[in-house]
């Protein structure tokens, strides 16, 4: 049954809040964060391969969608400018975050995004969220290490 406390949850997950450095989700905290970036390898040292790049494994599509989030001062028509802040972890957490604001959503359909939502979202994209992760050898993998670092 709908009440107005209902309403009043849904609002505070799904609301879109102001921020000094962009946009945000206000259910896409800290911890949620750290799990997607361990959940995508989380490597400090990565540089870019096969057009992925920084910890937490971004694509250069997916910071195009994102809204082409820089690092302070840089310009996003700058042929590196999307290699420099994918490898930055505070300007790839501003991708992750501008491209939740655009994309989040329920992928799994059980009435909730969470952080299983955007871990599904990174996985398949914002367009196709709802596919099962099983269903491949890197799916399975990335589902185990959410499994394991999930709270």
Same mark, same amino acid.
């Given at each position: 049954m709908w009440s107005h406390t209902n309403g009043v949850i849904l609002l505070g997950l799904f609301s879109v809040l102001a921020s000094g450095c962009g946009s945000r989700i206000s259910n896409l905290n800290g911890t949620c964060i750290r799990?997607?970036?361990?959940?995508?390898g989380c490597d400090f040292t990565r540089g870019c391969s096969e057009g992925y790049c920084g910890p937490f494994y971004i694509s250069r599509v997916y910071w195009v969608d994102a809204g082409k989030p820089t690092l302070p001062d840089d310009d996003p028509s700058r042929k590196e400018a999307f290699e420099d802040c994918a490898r930055d972890y505070h300007c790839s957490?501003?991708?992750?975050?501008d491209y939740m604001t655009?994309? *989040?959503k329920d #992928?799994?359909?059980d009435g909730v995004t969470?952080?299983?939502?955007?871990?599904?979202?990174?996985y398949?994209? *914002?367009?196709? #969220?709802?596919?099962?992760?099983f269903l491949s050898a890197s799916g399975r993998r990335w589902l185990a290490r959410y499994e394991q670092c999930r709270f």
């Open positions: 799990c997607l970036c361990y959940v995508a957490i501003r991708i992750i975050e655009k994309f *989040g #992928c799994n359909g969470n952080c299983y939502d955007f871990m599904m979202i990174n398949h994209g *914002g367009r196709a #969220c709802s596919a099962p992760l």
